[in-house]
Nanobody, 118 residues
């Protein structure tokens, strides 16, 4: 069983930057997990923001391409989301997710609030 804890959220002005971290515990095989960041804005469905495979291949939602970067440090059991050029529409609760592949259980963190506002 994997436990995920997000950190690094907060309030930032438009055009600013934040880095989210997601620390995993409870598993000795973190490097085998595919990791992802999702977000959910008020009254909207949860959406995939970025994902990274166990082989370090990353993909992004069109809305964040060129602004966000997902990375992982397997030695620290941590995945990151570097967010630059933030826009008010990036405001949401950001969730970390882990899974071992299609059809397997998804593990979720508790979420981190990101608010982009002047």
């Amino acid at each position: 069983q994997v436990q995920l804890v997000e950190s690094g959220g907060g309030l930032v002005q438009p055009g600013g930057s934040l880095r989210l971290s997601c620390a995993a515990s409870g598993s000795s095989i973190f490097s085998r997990y595919a990791m992802a960041w999702y977000r959910q804005a008020p009254e909207k469905q949860r959406e995939l923001v970025a994902a990274i495979t166990s082989g370090n291949k990353a993909n992004y939602a069109d809305s964040v391409k060129g602004r966000f970067t997902i990375s992982r440090d397997n030695a620290k059991n941590t995945v990151y989301l570097e967010m630059n050029s933030l826009k008010p529409e990036d405001t949401a609760v950001y969730y970390c997710c882990a899974d071992l592949g299609p059809g397997t259980r998804h593990y979720w963190g508790q979420g981190a609030q990101v608010t982009v506002s002047s």
